[in-house]
């Protein structure tokens, strides 16, 4: 990659990061705006590389859209509400489509609620049951992962980890990221614990949400690679510079915020 290309790279993975950092230092609601954003571009991306948009399927399109963004601010709870009213009129539209795979179109539209919009839904209700700088931190052990995982296994990296789904992974990487991530608990444990709001949990729970982070980004991301390789496409899109769509930025904490979700309950009840 030349200087150029890695500079664009470099700039527009700082202004994702500054933009995810300013709204969760701002509060629930812009924080969940951002998450509403992130959900329509992503539910785009995955419509347009999984079939074909045209104005036929504009009507779905936004239906899906409606259903995200309600799932993200279904913390509020009577967007859940409306979210079941949109599912219901989703399966009924089908009814009067003339495609000729109802069934895949209707398992599309399920597939984009379920992938994207229930994780970023259980993303902001992380930050409702806890609070905003949980899930941030839970944003910096992905990218602390990914990081670690970049380092070691672009210098050590020889056996792979998934060949068949990504070449480039290694276990090298993968093992690299999680100490990364282990080293980043244990700070977060010391140095942090006021910031976090997390008095509670113990520095093995802080050594567990670390080992989550790295076990469920790896997951996130290979899944999304499942899929772009099985449409035999590079990216989601190219709405970020150097760096694709928001659902290659995303993939992760698609797998990430919901298992952390479960974690801290069962943590919290213990």
């Known amino acids: ?21 300013g709204c969760a230092l701002w509060g629930i609601y812009p924080f969940t705006w951002m998450a509403a954003i992130f959900a329509t571009i992503a539910v785009i991306e995955f419509e347009k590389i ?9 009507p779905t399109l936004l239906l899906d859209i409606a259903g995200v963004i309600c799932l993200v601010f279904s913390w509020l709870f009577y967007p859940l509400l409306i979210w079941i009213l949109i599912m219901i009129c989703r399966m009924t539209m089908q009814l009067y489509s003339k495609s000729e795979s109802p069934i895949a179109d209707l398992a599309r539209s399920m597939m984009a609620q379920i992938y994207i919009g229930v994780p970023l839904c259980l993303m902001c209700l992380v930050a409702w049951l806890w609070n905003l700088h949980v899930v ?26 998934f060949e ?24 977060f444990y010391k140095y942090c614990g006021d910031f976090f709001s997390l008095d509670g949990l113990s520095l093995a729970g802080w050594l567990g949400l670390g080992a989550i982070a790295t076990v469920f980004s790896t997951w996130g991301d290979l899944v999304e690679s499942m899929i772009k390789r099985n449409l035999h496409i590079k990216d989601s899109g190219n709405i970020i510079p150097g760096h694709g769509g928001i659902l290659d930025r995303i993939d992760s904490l698609l797998f990430v915020m919901p298992v952390a979700l479960v974690y801290l309950y069962l943590i919290a009840l213990l």
């Open 164 to 187: 068949r789904i990504s070449p480039k992974k290694s276990w090298e990487g993968f093992f690299g990221g999680l100490l990364f991530n282990l080293i980043a608990a244990f700070l």
């Open 1 to 21: 990659m030349d200087i150029k290309k890695l500079s664009i790279r470099a700039l527009s993975g700082l202004v994702y990061i500054a933009l995810i950092i």
């Open 136 to 161: 941030l931190g839970l944003f910096f052990m992905i990218w602390i992962n990914d990081t670690g995982a970049f380092i070691v296994g672009s210098t050590l990296g020889k056996h792979r980890l």
């Open 50 to 58: 999984t079939h074909e948009l045209s104005p036929k399927t504009f």
